[in-house]
């Protein structure tokens, strides 16, 4: 039986030791404005929506729009897809994925919208375009 | 801020009689047996105060009182009955009440079957419930607004109006409430060192929560899928994983107890399961309830300022049970070691139980990450690869592991003997997965885990029909669960991995293809007072059948929110899900308005300067007669921001009568901007633009006819309806051992009645006689 144990035992460290190693490869930290653009990899930010800056490339379907912090700094986003409903509403915007040329090439989209309801729709979620074959 | 008082009698009431109740259990304990009848009296008391308590709120709701803060917020007039109960629980004092509602109804059972053990039992049930009610005392759902009342209230949110979500909470509380019988009977037995009596009466229980909330989990999961439209069922949100986390920890306590039933060992592992899993519990409350995950989750959790209640509750039973846990570790029998070999029942369900515990830690801390990285200064997130990465390795071993146990002994076996019954299986698996190779399923790791399911289902499926044959069904309920999970991970496999997915845009009227398949978008169908808004969709398929998809698109008349569910088309082998995206009713050309710039003047729009330095025109080409000449126009412009910028612009004449070519470049400084040079006229030295995104007045700008249109992401998700069926056999599993399992534990209660007992007194070493129930191996 001990046989047993020992063989649980390593097999769960094992397994914690991997589920360590893949949280700290996936962790996506919240940053500010001039951490985002130093930094690599996936990242999210958080910012008001500049309303006069938003554009949307029906063609391309491609929304581009400006985040502003609350010291007034702004961060463009890109993001591939249809545009989220409400947009326009938002109190909030969460933009995650990686900062490149100047810019969030966002792969998701939380807008946070006034809500009078204490629950799920007051947030909701938007991922960029399903690549062909992706698995969801 | 008043109340609405009989709601608030009711639940000062509840919280006195628990108490009352709680400390008289305890004097029993201590010896004061004649005081067991008003113990159990004030039990009563409690949770008549309790079930008063939600028939109040649940009165308030039906008679529409808008004057009571709670009713105010989820309710409305034009609520049809179903959703208007439901706005019980639309809110965290509502589910509270819910999970203390179904908990005092389970103390009833709990305190007739505890029997000998009734009360210390009773004392550590009622304690789970107690904080709670303190919590609903403080944040009463019974305050009334100020006059005068509301003629209507705010309604009960739109996404939760379908009947998954009436029923999805209440089946989701009575497995949180079910939880806490196991966590009693566990800190019971550490407190009175009974160490085996507690596993056969707490083990129905077990199996309830597991049942109910898997169901709940699994209804959760389905609502996702068809209503909201991004085409999965599980997203890995906090919500979703602190459900999900206390079911695994409960998996893993039904298979130790199991193991502990069969070979009378292995008691300090359900000991630590037990806690375990109600910790999970009262965590995943505290991480979706307190506000801590408020900006990391697609759920908005308002922190209602019970945050330090809820900290108090978890640190004080995590604290309980693990002091109590290490005091008595020594004082636990183990009995003497047995060689057993690795293949054998046992060391399959420590390995099982293993893994269980190591997928809940992990999902736990992915799903804490925001509050452990915050103490190192950034708040982070893990990405949902992370969730895919981890779980996938342990949801192979875990079938694998299920595969092993159905031919496998509690003693053990060699492993010649278990590949003379593995035999068939592996052969059915093979023929299996060369069949989804064969149909499309390429990639290695898929087919590994298909393997690895198909082979659990079978092993699992024969020896279901060996029970049956030998007319003991009843004992199957394992198996079947196996064969379920089985089931599941070949569907979870094939429906993720090989769904494609494919984002289109249907103008009215004209067919587009995606695959094998053909989307013609026909009309709006314009919502009526019980039926939504939707659109008609044409699909035609490969096959030559046609059908019509609505996909529903329509506004909520309450919050002015644009809602938008999917239309799945489910087969057994493919689901076809067209989720729309955002409806175009197009519009018809306007004409605005162009700028004549003369050559050396600067004209402002809205802040851009635009200044028309010179042309460029090839005139040398205009002198050889040739049709076609090429102007480039040299422009400077000097957006709003300050800057100043120049772009030179070309524009392509065509003697011959035919349309100029021009091109239309982005103006550069103005974001969206474009110009194109619609005319030029050399002799007066001007050239006409046309801006686009520049004027700030619509009047100005250009637009071209659009089509009515309407975006879908169409999705074929293969043998996603295996996840659902296999989902149901593992119920199905499950609820035949809970009806196993429960007549047992009736059996040993009326046995214990039939002994004298003395409660609060010593107690015998050992439980009520069991049979040592060591199953033979199939063969």
Redesign the interface.
């Given at each position: 039986?001990?046989?047993?144990?020992w063989?649980?035992?390593a097999?769960?460290l094992a397994?914690?030791g991997?589920?360590?190693t893949?949280?700290q490869?996936?962790?996506?930290?919240?940053?500010t404005f001039d951490?985002a653009r130093k930094a690599r990899g996936?990242v999210?930010v958080?910012g008001g929506l500049d309303k006069t800056?938003d554009?949307y490339d029906?063609s391309k379907?491609e929304l581009?729009f400006e985040l502003l912090d609350d010291k007034g700094h702004r961060m463009p986003v890109v993001y591939r897809?249809?545009?989220p409903?409400?947009f326009k509403d938002a109190i909030s915007i969460?933009a995650i994925g990686r900062y490149e040329d100047g810019r969030i090439d966002a792969e998701k989209l939380?807008v946070?919208?006034p809500?009078?309801?204490?629950?799920?729709?007051?947030?909701?979620?938007y991922?960029s375009?399903?690549?062909?074959?992706?698995?969801? | 801020m008043t109340y609405f008082w009989p709601g608030v009698v009711a639940l000062w009431g509840a919280l006195f009689a628990g108490l009352a109740s709680a400390v008289t259990y305890i004097r029993v304990e201590r010896g004061r047996r004649d005081l067991l009848a008003f113990a159990r009296t004030t039990y009563a008391a409690f949770a008549t105060a309790i079930v008063a308590s939600a028939a109040i709120l649940m009165t308030l709701l039906l008679q529409h009182r808008f004057d009571v803060a709670y009713v105010n917020s989820y309710s409305a007039v034009d609520l049809p009955l179903h959703f208007l109960i439901s706005t019980f629980w639309a809110g965290q004092e509502g589910s509270f009440l819910l999970w203390c509602f179904w908990g005092s109804l389970i103390g009833l059972f709990v305190w007739r079957s505890a029997k000998e053990q009734e009360a210390p039992v009773m004392v550590v049930y009622l304690s789970t419930f107690l904080g709670i009610v303190a919590i609903l005392c403080k944040q009463s759902p019974f305050k009334l607004l100020p006059p005068p009342p509301p003629a209507d209230g705010v309604g009960l949110n739109p996404l939760l109006q379908d009947p998954w979500m009436v029923i999805h909470p209440p089946v989701m509380f009575l497995g949180f409430a079910s939880l806490s019988v196991p966590f009693s009977f566990a800190i019971a037995a550490l407190w009175k060192k009974r160490w085996d009596g507690w596993i056969t009466r707490a083990l129905p229980w077990a199996l309830l929560t597991f049942l109910t909330l898997g169901t709940a989990i699994l209804m959760g999961g389905y609502w996702a899928y068809k209503t909201l439209g991004w085409g999965g069922y599980w997203g890995w949100d906090p919500v979703e994983n602190t459900s999900l986390v206390p079911w695994l920890f409960t998996a893993a306590l039904v298979h130790g107890m199991f193991l502990q039933r069969a070979r009378k060992r292995h008691r300090k592992i359900n000991l630590i399961l037990a806690s375990t899993a109600y910790a999970a519990i009262l965590y995943g409350t505290f991480l979706t309830r307190s506000g801590v995950l408020a900006d990391f989750s697609v759920h908005s959790f308002v922190d209602l300022g019970i945050t330090g209640w809820l900290v108090g509750i978890l640190a004080t039973f995590i604290g309980l049970a693990a002091v109590l846990i290490a005091w008595r570790w020594r004082s636990i029998p183990t009995a003497a070691d047995e060689d057993t070999p690795v293949l054998s029942r046992s060391v399959l369900f420590i390995l099982g139980i293993a893994v269980f515990c190591a997928l809940g830690c992990v999902i736990l801390l992915g799903t804490s990450a925001p509050l452990l990285t915050r103490l190192s200064g950034n708040p982070s997130q893990v990405q949902t690869a992370f969730y895919a990465k981890t779980t996938t390795p342990a949801g192979f071993l875990l079938v694998l592991l299920a595969g092993f146990v159905p031919f496998v002994s509690w003693k053990g076996e060699t492993l010649k003997e278990f590949g003379k019954s593995a035999r068939r299986s592996l052969l059915v698996a093979a023929v299996l997965t060369f069949l989804s190779f064969v149909l499309g399923a390429k990639r290695g790791d898929t087919l590994i885990l298909l393997f690895t399911a198909f082979f659990a289902a079978d092993m699992n499926l024969r020896a279901v029909l060996r029970k049956a044959k030998n007319s003991k069904f009843a004992g199957a309920g394992g198996y079947l669960a196996h064969v379920g999970v089985g089931l599941m991970l070949a569907g979870i496999v094939v429906s993720g991995a090989y769904a494609r997915s494919q984002r289109l845009t249907l103008p009215v009227n004209v067919p587009k293809k995606t695959g094998d398949t053909t989307l013609t978008f026909l009309r709006v169908i314009p919502g009526t007072a019980d039926r939504k808004q939707a659109m008609e969709v044409k699909v035609d398929t490969a096959a030559g059948k046609s059908f019509y998809a609505y996909p529903k698109m329509y506004t909520n008349s309450r919050t002015g929110q644009l809602m938008a569910n999917p239309a799945i088309k489910s087969s057994a082998l493919m689901d076809l899900y067209v989720a729309p995206q955002e409806y175009d009713p197009g519009q018809p050309e306007t004409i605005g308005r162009d700028v004549r710039l003369v050559k050396g003047t600067t004209t402002n729009i809205d802040g851009t300067g635009f200044t028309f330095r010179d042309f460029n025109a090839d005139r040398s080409a205009m002198m050889r007669g040739e049709k076609t000449v090429l102007v480039l126009t040299d422009l400077t412009i000097t957006p709003p921001d300050g800057s100043s910028h120049d772009l030179t612009v070309r524009y392509v004449f065509h003697m011959d009568g035919r349309e100029a070519e021009a091109e239309e470049p982005d103006i550069p400084g103005v974001p969206g901007g474009k110009v194109r040079v619609m005319a030029v006229s050399p002799n007066d030295g001007a050239v006409v633009l046309r801006l686009t995104g520049v004027s700030k007045n619509p009047a100005d700008e250009f637009h071209a006819a659009t089509v009515e249109s309407l975006s879908v992401d169409v999705t074929r998700k293969p043998l996603i309806a295996l996840v659902w069926a296999g989902f149901y056999v593992m119920m199905a599993g499950g609820l035949l051992a809970f009806v196993r399992r429960a007549g047992e534990a009736r059996r040993a209660v009326l046995e214990a009645s039939e002994k004298p007992v003395s409660v609060g007194g010593p107690v015998p070493a050992t439980g009520p006689a069991i049979p040592a129930h060591t199953r033979s191996p199939l063969r």
């Amino acid at each position: 039986m001990k046989k047993g144990y020992w063989i649980a035992a390593a097999l769960t460290l094992a397994f914690v030791g991997f589920g360590l190693t893949a949280f700290q490869k996936t962790l996506t930290p919240y940053l500010t404005f001039d951490e985002a653009r130093k930094a690599r990899g996936v990242v999210q930010v958080m910012g008001g929506l500049d309303k006069t800056s938003d554009r949307y490339d029906t063609s391309k379907q491609e929304l581009s729009f400006e985040l502003l912090d609350d010291k007034g700094h702004r961060m463009p986003v890109v993001y591939r897809g249809i545009r989220p409903g409400n947009f326009k509403d938002a109190i909030s915007i969460v933009a995650i994925g990686r900062y490149e040329d100047g810019r969030i090439d966002a792969e998701k989209l939380l807008v946070k919208c006034p809500s009078k309801y204490q629950g799920a729709e007051v947030e909701k979620s938007y991922a960029s375009a399903p690549a062909p074959g992706k698995a969801s | 801020m008043t109340y609405f008082w009989p709601g608030v009698v009711a639940l000062w009431g509840a919280l006195f009689a628990g108490l009352a109740s709680a400390v008289t259990y305890i004097r029993v304990e201590r010896g004061r047996r004649d005081l067991l009848a008003f113990a159990r009296t004030t039990y009563a008391a409690f949770a008549t105060a309790i079930v008063a308590s939600a028939a109040i709120l649940m009165t308030l709701l039906l008679q529409h009182r808008f004057d009571v803060a709670y009713v105010n917020s989820y309710s409305a007039v034009d609520l049809p009955l179903h959703f208007l109960i439901s706005t019980f629980w639309a809110g965290q004092e509502g589910s509270f009440l819910l999970w203390c509602f179904w908990g005092s109804l389970i103390g009833l059972f709990v305190w007739r079957s505890a029997k000998e053990q009734e009360a210390p039992v009773m004392v550590v049930y009622l304690s789970t419930f107690l904080g709670i009610v303190a919590i609903l005392c403080k944040q009463s759902p019974f305050k009334l607004l100020p006059p005068p009342p509301p003629a209507d209230g705010v309604g009960l949110n739109p996404l939760l109006q379908d009947p998954w979500m009436v029923i999805h909470p209440p089946v989701m509380f009575l497995g949180f409430a079910s939880l806490s019988v196991p966590f009693s009977f566990a800190i019971a037995a550490l407190w009175k060192k009974r160490w085996d009596g507690w596993i056969t009466r707490a083990l129905p229980w077990a199996l309830l929560t597991f049942l109910t909330l898997g169901t709940a989990i699994l209804m959760g999961g389905y609502w996702a899928y068809k209503t909201l439209g991004w085409g999965g069922y599980w997203g890995w949100d906090p919500v979703e994983n602190t459900s999900l986390v206390p079911w695994l920890f409960t998996a893993a306590l039904v298979h130790g107890m199991f193991l502990q039933r069969a070979r009378k060992r292995h008691r300090k592992i359900n000991l630590i399961l037990a806690s375990t899993a109600y910790a999970a519990i009262l965590y995943g409350t505290f991480l979706t309830r307190s506000g801590v995950l408020a900006d990391f989750s697609v759920h908005s959790f308002v922190d209602l300022g019970i945050t330090g209640w809820l900290v108090g509750i978890l640190a004080t039973f995590i604290g309980l049970a693990a002091v109590l846990i290490a005091w008595r570790w020594r004082s636990i029998p183990t009995a003497a070691d047995e060689d057993t070999p690795v293949l054998s029942r046992s060391v399959l369900f420590i390995l099982g139980i293993a893994v269980f515990c190591a997928l809940g830690c992990v999902i736990l801390l992915g799903t804490s990450a925001p509050l452990l990285t915050r103490l190192s200064g950034n708040p982070s997130q893990v990405q949902t690869a992370f969730y895919a990465k981890t779980t996938t390795p342990a949801g192979f071993l875990l079938v694998l592991l299920a595969g092993f146990v159905p031919f496998v002994s509690w003693k053990g076996e060699t492993l010649k003997e278990f590949g003379k019954s593995a035999r068939r299986s592996l052969l059915v698996a093979a023929v299996l997965t060369f069949l989804s190779f064969v149909l499309g399923a390429k990639r290695g790791d898929t087919l590994i885990l298909l393997f690895t399911a198909f082979f659990a289902a079978d092993m699992n499926l024969r020896a279901v029909l060996r029970k049956a044959k030998n007319s003991k069904f009843a004992g199957a309920g394992g198996y079947l669960a196996h064969v379920g999970v089985g089931l599941m991970l070949a569907g979870i496999v094939v429906s993720g991995a090989y769904a494609r997915s494919q984002r289109l845009t249907l103008p009215v009227n004209v067919p587009k293809k995606t695959g094998d398949t053909t989307l013609t978008f026909l009309r709006v169908i314009p919502g009526t007072a019980d039926r939504k808004q939707a659109m008609e969709v044409k699909v035609d398929t490969a096959a030559g059948k046609s059908f019509y998809a609505y996909p529903k698109m329509y506004t909520n008349s309450r919050t002015g929110q644009l809602m938008a569910n999917p239309a799945i088309k489910s087969s057994a082998l493919m689901d076809l899900y067209v989720a729309p995206q955002e409806y175009d009713p197009g519009q018809p050309e306007t004409i605005g308005r162009d700028v004549r710039l003369v050559k050396g003047t600067t004209t402002n729009i809205d802040g851009t300067g635009f200044t028309f330095r010179d042309f460029n025109a090839d005139r040398s080409a205009m002198m050889r007669g040739e049709k076609t000449v090429l102007v480039l126009t040299d422009l400077t412009i000097t957006p709003p921001d300050g800057s100043s910028h120049d772009l030179t612009v070309r524009y392509v004449f065509h003697m011959d009568g035919r349309e100029a070519e021009a091109e239309e470049p982005d103006i550069p400084g103005v974001p969206g901007g474009k110009v194109r040079v619609m005319a030029v006229s050399p002799n007066d030295g001007a050239v006409v633009l046309r801006l686009t995104g520049v004027s700030k007045n619509p009047a100005d700008e250009f637009h071209a006819a659009t089509v009515e249109s309407l975006s879908v992401d169409v999705t074929r998700k293969p043998l996603i309806a295996l996840v659902w069926a296999g989902f149901y056999v593992m119920m199905a599993g499950g609820l035949l051992a809970f009806v196993r399992r429960a007549g047992e534990a009736r059996r040993a209660v009326l046995e214990a009645s039939e002994k004298p007992v003395s409660v609060g007194g010593p107690v015998p070493a050992t439980g009520p006689a069991i049979p040592a129930h060591t199953r033979s191996p199939l063969r």
